[in-house]
């Protein structure tokens, strides 16, 4: 069966407080892979508002590979991240990971992120579709078009169509880049759905020097919008620093994407 709520003869707008995802201007998103401290985000936040920036992202629950990896701080991240959000006037988006976390991320994001591990946990889908939070929906990193379009149907039909989907990059036979950034797919899933569709070239590549040029392909293929990991400190980052740009670099793509 297809998808029967979504279509791109409703092409939908998604509102964040003041800011429209698939209205007339697109819409950047950044903010480090994650929270790592209050100093942390608090003052790259601030950086940020000073660039231009619409939404401030930062993991507090992280799906990361390896049990090993820095997992996030949990809620403590999320206080830090409103506290940042507070200061600043930005509004903010963060992981849900588990069900049981929906009324802390709730309380303290305004958008729900559900990542690309989880675009097939078909409950976690259910359980967002209750709320009336917007969502961004990513897409699994094996996913075919017909079935992240069925995993959007599935937040849509539970009631909640204040969906926006992000591309980020699928597995493919080619490993020099983290992910093959699928671009095709934004035409496809406006037309196919109606929904807003931003793009995450940092995961989508894995590579800081692809980030700008691909951020700027994928505002010319029409997304509604980009998702962009910073840092002040790539290097030194906890999570994908190798993905993520600097402040300079930063400033770089907001003047290119002005122009
Ligand atoms: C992220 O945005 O930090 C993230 C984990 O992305 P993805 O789910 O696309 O891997
Ligand atoms: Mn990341």
Same mark, same amino acid.
């Given at each position: 069966?297809?998808? /029967?709520?979504?279509?791109?003869?409703?092409?939908?707008?998604?509102?964040?407080?003041?800011?429209?995802?698939?209205?007339?201007?697109?819409?950047?998103?950044?903010?480090?892979?994650?929270?790592?401290?209050?100093?942390?985000?608090?003052?790259?936040? /601030?950086?940020?508002?000073?660039?231009?920036?619409?939404?401030?992202?930062?993991?507090?629950?992280?799906?990361?590979?390896?049990?090993?990896?820095?997992?996030?701080?949990?809620?403590?991240?999320?206080?830090?991240?409103?506290?940042?959000?507070?200061?600043?006037?930005?509004?903010?988006?963060?992981?849900?990971?588990?069900?049981?976390?929906?009324?802390?991320?709730?309380?303290?994001?305004?958008?729900?992120?559900?990542?690309?591990?989880?675009?097939?946990?078909?409950?976690?889908?259910?359980?967002?579709?209750?709320?009336?939070?917007?969502?961004?929906?990513?897409?699994?990193?094996?996913?075919?078009?017909?079935?992240?379009?069925?995993?959007?149907?599935?937040?849509?039909?539970?009631?909640?169509?204040?969906?926006?989907?992000?591309?980020?990059?699928?597995?493919?036979?080619?490993?020099?880049?983290?992910?093959?950034?699928?671009?095709?797919?934004?035409?496809?899933?406006?037309?196919?759905?109606?929904?807003?569709?931003?793009?995450?070239?940092?995961?989508?590549?894995?590579?800081?020097?692809?980030?700008?040029?691909?951020?700027?392909?994928?505002?010319?293929?029409?997304?509604?919008?980009?998702?962009?990991?910073?840092?002040?400190?790539?290097?030194?980052?906890?999570?994908?620093?190798?993905?993520?740009?600097?402040?300079?670099?930063?400033?770089?793509?907001?003047?290119?994407?002005?122009?």
């Amino acid at each position: 069966m297809s998808n /029967i709520i979504l279509s791109g003869k409703n092409p939908k707008k998604v509102k964040v407080g003041n800011l429209v995802f698939g209205g007339e201007k697109p819409i950047i998103i950044s903010g480090p892979c994650s929270v790592e401290s209050r100093e942390q985000i608090i003052e790259l936040a /601030i950086k940020l508002k000073a660039i231009g920036v619409d939404v401030l992202r930062g993991g507090a629950f992280k799906p990361r590979t390896s049990p090993y990896s820095f997992q996030g701080l949990g809620e403590e991240g999320l206080k830090y991240l409103k506290e940042a959000s507070e200061i600043t006037g930005i509004p903010v988006i963060s992981e849900l990971m588990d069900a049981s976390n929906i009324d802390l991320i709730c309380k303290y994001a305004d958008i729900i992120q559900i990542g690309s591990r989880n675009m097939h946990n078909y409950s976690l889908l259910k359980a967002v579709g209750e709320l009336n939070k917007p969502v961004l929906l990513k897409r699994g990193m094996s996913a075919t078009i017909k079935e992240w379009i069925l995993a959007a149907e599935y937040i849509a039909h539970h009631g909640n169509d204040n969906i926006i989907l992000c591309e980020r990059g699928i597995r493919t036979f080619d490993n020099y880049t983290r992910n093959t950034l699928d671009l095709a797919a934004v035409p496809i899933m406006k037309k196919e759905t109606g929904l807003p569709v931003i793009v995450d070239p940092s995961h989508g590549t894995g590579i800081r020097e692809l980030i700008i040029p691909m951020s700027l392909a994928a505002l010319a293929a029409g997304a509604d919008g980009i998702m962009v990991e910073v840092h002040e400190d790539p290097d030194n980052a906890l999570s994908d620093g190798e993905q993520s740009l600097d402040i300079e670099q930063y400033e770089n793509l907001m003047k290119l994407i002005k122009k």
